[in-house]
């Protein structure tokens, strides 16, 4: 039997699988068709779109003043019709619980998904954090998934794959959802890579634990509703690092997680992960991604330093200062616990690296719209956030966003009231950090004259072209020419904007 699997992407807190960042949803999918004998194809939401474009557009595309990114990520899979035709199972990967705006992808929708399958005779599969719903345009109660058009919509698939198998998807299906089950699948899934996109620029996301370590979560999370936390073992996160070398990949993002600095509790645990890879995984690129800053100490902040890459940073879910809302929403941390932890990872990562960005610096995400928010809440944001500059402490980025409402979660008995009140004032919020923080934090990062080196030229704007280096989150340089695109080149910065830089080109490279 033929299975196609089209990866809509996804982005969730503990997760991104947006170009050029591959998820772990369709490697883990790919894996189990492949142990079970069956056979795949990998298509992204950019194909299907462009098999949908008529052929006037399509003709426009080459000669575009600016990059179309909703059909740049297409496969090396040309022939769409023939491969719909010939599919048995049309599995779609979906699910945007943290939107953003991305630079050279644009998520697929299950609004967007359903008129192009509609005619299509193959049994229809939707997977993904989709099932729980989803908050693409974001700030709103998450959108409630409509199972029409799908023959069948079900998490975990992945997990549940032989034993859906077996009953020949007539049902979903209860299991326990343990690593175990899908450790194999992840070193076959591997095997996707051959059918990607760009494979020379994909990081892959890797997953190392799942669930909650807390009591009681936050109230807006879904990670508590995963359970108490399970960890990967770390020769099986191995394992799947070198089936992803041997297919070319080397660049890499310890993401899929709540916490990095949890990881099987202890530093011994963390460095024989860090440096099991060390000592076995190719990498040009090794970044982590989310940790609570209660959690962060000395120790496992050197060990991340000295077995990472430069560039890294470690998302920080502050979420808010105002000492109210960390109670109201039981937060992660404490105001001053996420100081401290901001001063640990700057003592040990500030130090700028080869590629011209500091070693691992912090990122605070800030989220609008929760339980006792009030007109002083940005005043406690902008109190806190100033000290960090006042005190020579860099961040690496602020992300501002609206809550999304999932079900389940404590803030789906609140509902969107917060949300509704005080939005005449989030873009007010907003632009104070963005102008007041970010702008001067941006030039202490990377002052003028600082050499960055091996950003990708990823999409065009007019006779701009826009770049970035590879990994968790990296920053975004426009230079003022139009340059050939996915090719790699060293940059001098010579401005900055508020979240991003503007250069001119040092070096080109082949």
């Known amino acids: ?56 557009k399509k003709k426009k595309l080459p000669s575009e003043q600016k990059t179309n990114i909703k059909v ?83 998490s975990n698939l992945e997990y549940k794959f032989p034993l859906l198998l077996e009953n020949k998807f007539s049902s979903d299906i209860q299991i326990d959802i343990t690593y175990p089950r899908i450790s194999n699948f992840a070193v076959k899934g591997a095997e996707i890579v051959k059918q990607l996109p760009f494979p020379q620029f994909v990081v892959a996301e ?21 359970g108490r936390p399970e960890f990967r073992e770390q020769k099986e996160i191995i394992d799947e690092m070198i089936a992803l070398n041997k297919q070319g990949i080397t660049k890499f993002r310890l993401g899929k997680q709540s916490c990095i600095y949890l990881y099987k509790h202890t530093a011994e645990e963390l460095e024989k992960l860090l440096k099991g890879i060390h000592d076995n995984v190719k990498y040009e690129v ?85 339980k006792g928010e009030t007109k002083k809440t940005n005043e406690e944001n902008m109190k806190w956030l100033k000290r960090f500059m006042d005190e020579g402490l860099l961040l690496r980025r602020i992300n501002i966003r609206e809550v999304v409402i999932f079900p389940g979660t404590k803030m789906a008995e609140i509902g969107e009231k917060i949300l509704r009140k005080n939005r ?14 970010d702008y001067p934090m941006m030039q202490k990062l990377i002052p003028k004259a600082t050499v960055l080196k091996n950003l990708r030229t990823e999409i065009h704007d007019g006779n701009t072209t826009f770049c970035r280096q590879f990994g968790t989150y990296p920053l975004i340089v426009g230079v003022k020419e139009r340059l050939e695109l996915d090719k790699i080149i060293d940059v001098e910065i010579t401005g900055h904007m508020l979240r991003s830089a503007v250069g001119k080109v040092k070096a080109k490279k082949e």
């Open 286 to 370: 090794l970044h982590v991604d989310n940790a609570n800053p209660v959690n962060v100490d000395e120790e496992k902040t050197k060990l991340i330093v000295k077995y990472c890459t430069e560039g890294n940073v470690a998302a920080f879910g502050a979420e808010s200062f105002d000492a109210n809302v960390v109670s109201e929403n039981n937060l992660n941390a404490k105001p001053e616990q996420v100081y401290e932890a901001v001063k640990i990872i700057n003592k040990y990562g500030a130090e700028r690296g080869q590629n011209g960005m500091p070693k691992f610096l912090p990122g605070i995400n800030l989220l609008f719209g929760l």
């Open 1 to 56: 039997m033929l299975f196609t699997i089209i990866d809509c992407y996804t982005d969730e807190p503990a997760g991104l699988g947006v170009p050029p960042y591959i998820g772990t949803y369709p490697r883990y999918i790919a894996g189990a068709i492949v142990d079970s004998g069956h056979n795949f194809v990998y298509l992204t939401i950019d194909d299907l779109r462009f098999y949908h474009l008529d052929s006037r």
């Open 72 to 154: 740049k990520n297409r496969t090396v899979n040309a022939d769409i019709a023939r491969i719909l035709d010939e599919t048995d199972y049309l599995i779609f990967v979906a699910g945007v619980h943290t939107p953003g705006k991305y630079l050279s992808a644009i998520p697929g929708t299950v609004a967007e998904i359903k008129p192009y399958i509609k005619d299509l005779q193959c049994f229809k599969i939707l997977t993904g954090p989709v099932t729980f719903g989803s908050g693409l345009y974001g700030g709103r109660k998450a959108a409630e998934v409509s199972k029409e058009g799908f023959d069948l919509v079900i």
């Open 424 to 437: 005449k004032m989030y873009w007010k919020w907003r632009n104070d950090i963005r102008q007041n923080i």
């Open 206 to 226: 890797i997953e190392t634990s799942r669930g909650c370590s807390r009591e009681r979560g936050c109230s807006f999370c879904l990670e508590p509703l995963k």
